[in-house]
């Protein structure tokens, strides 16, 4: 790569050549969430190979490392996500999934290379507190980051920053902003129960894809009439599953969808109005209805105190007029946020922008503009850096 103007200067292009050629690595052998074996051990082995031993198996799959004096009590962590999703990759790259099925479809082969920079140029640097490094499992599915917390990742910390590529931003550019930036995120699971029948009897039977396509059209109104209308929310049935044979009335619905709201009001409405709709439904058809939410996900708020830390750092590794607003929160959803319900800290976007023909993430086309890596390990190195330089007194 042409270390262009605008490009962070601390990352050489030895440094550089290295994280493309990690995420090469990755790339070309996905692995899906909480099976990310052979990534973690490929992790360990470049974390060594900077003189950094890491500690495998957290939460499964995770990786924790750290650097940095031992008498300090200042500890500030890093976190990157590791898993694919289950997406057969059209993308025609050279070093393309070799896993039918899997691919590294949202980025997260370049947060793993990005932070292994991070990495490589913290070690050479006079820290003053402590770094940990985070890699984390299943952030498309699972809620890995809740796991690595339960399982002590964040323990001690006193801040934690992480950042996701996004190519909806030109690449070197950097989005930081305060309060919430991605939204509760609330799956959920309805199951309708009649009874079967004869499809011509319909009297001597319950049947529930009557009841559950009663519900899908009422559900649509829940963001409409319950929510203030300047709190933006959604709600999507996002699967159906009904019935097996044209002509037998369907014993079970089963629905399955998400909510994704940003202001917990919002969230509380649309939940208690889901579980009204469902109960009745339930009593409007005479079926039996189940409801449950499984893995919640919080809303992703970052501290006053992390965002200008952040701020300040992308200040030092990219232009001030590269420093972006991602504007209103998104409505997707980040595991981060299981972190910032333990200690305060900061996610931000690095931009990554390729080209009209590449697809968006979660895509089969989908890729990233790789000089990201530079941006991205810059300010990875230089966030954990400010943060100690701030906090710890000398
Ligand atoms: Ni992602």
Known sequence: MEQGNGYPQIVGSELFDWMRTIRHHLHQSPELSFQEFKTAAYICEKLSELGISPRPGVAGTGVLAEIGPAHSDWIVGLRADMDALPIGERTGLPFASTV???????????????????????????????????????????????????????????????????????????????????????????????????????????????????LITALQSLVSREVDPNQAAVLTVGRVQAGDAHNVIAEEAILEGTIRSTHPEARSRLLAGMERMVMGISSLYAVAAHLEFPDFLPAVVNSASATEVARRAAAAVIPEDSILSQGPSSLGGEDFSFYLQKVNGCLVRFGANISAETGPAHSSTFDFDEAVLATGAAWYAQVALAFLQENVSP
């Open 100 to 214: 039918s099925g899997s691919m590294h479809a949202c980025g997260h082969d370049g947060h793993m290379a990005m932070l292994l920079g991070a990495a490589a140029l913290l070690k050479k640097m006079d820290l003053p507190g402590r770094v940990r490094f985070i890699f984390q499992p299943a952030e498309e599915s699972g809620n890995g980051a809740e796991k690595m917390v339960a399982e002590g990742a964040v323990n001690g910390l006193d801040a934690i920053f992480g950042g996701h590529i996004d190519t909806h931003y030109p690449t070197g550019s950097i989005t930081v902003d305060e309060g919430i930036i991605c939204a509760y995120a609330d799956p959920f699971i309805v199951r309708l129960k009649g009874s079967s029948g004869h499809a011509a009897r319909p009297h001597e039977a319950r049947d529930s894809i009557v009841a559950a396509a009663t």
